[in-house]
């Protein structure tokens, strides 16, 4: 062991309970540091284009918003640019994403190139090489080596989501049917 250290087990061998308890508090008057320093965590509300990076954002509310490597909780702007960057909520009128991540979009138009998005509700929404959990939107496009789990709408692409509408309904009707006649079996040997 180095330095305080040495010293404090010196202590703790002699039986000095009060020196060691003495030596894990900070001096009086002021407060243990941190090993790092936090991120640096902005809340702000700004009447015209804003440019981020480097940094996580707990609430932005912009006309335009440029993040570049950071982490967003919450997003309202007119447009939004997403690059290597993740975000939990956004609303906007227009989004891009490129190498970045996001829980939940709205918005009325969106472009997210090599991303992940959970959940997005949009009017137009195109993706390239990206993978998309649920997607509401009258207007999707699917690119090269992009994936939708679950679509609710018009597909305007030669590939289909994993699960659309119809394919849900018909699974839980076949899981549905599968249930009560195995409840039904079960309840006469019973």
Sequence with gaps: MTGGNDERDQRAETGSSDAVAAADAPPSGSTATPSAP?????????????????????????????????????????RTDLNQSSAQRVETKLAQLENSTAVRIETDRLVAENSRVLGVIAQQARFVRSRVGFVISPQVELGSNSRILV?????????????????????????????????SVLGRRG
């Design 151 to 183: 679509h609710l709408g018009p597909l305007n692409s030669q590939a289909a989501p994993a699960v659309s509408t119809r394919t849900a309904a018909a699974f839980g009707a076949g899981v549905g049917v599968a249930l009560a006649i195995g409840l």
């Design 38 to 78: 936090p991120p640096e965590t902005t809340t702000a509300v700004e009447p015209g284009p804003v440019t981020i990076g480097g940094s996580q954002v707990t609430g932005l509310h912009a006309t335009s918003a440029t993040i570049s490597q950071s982490r967003v909780e919450s997003l309202t702007s007119q």
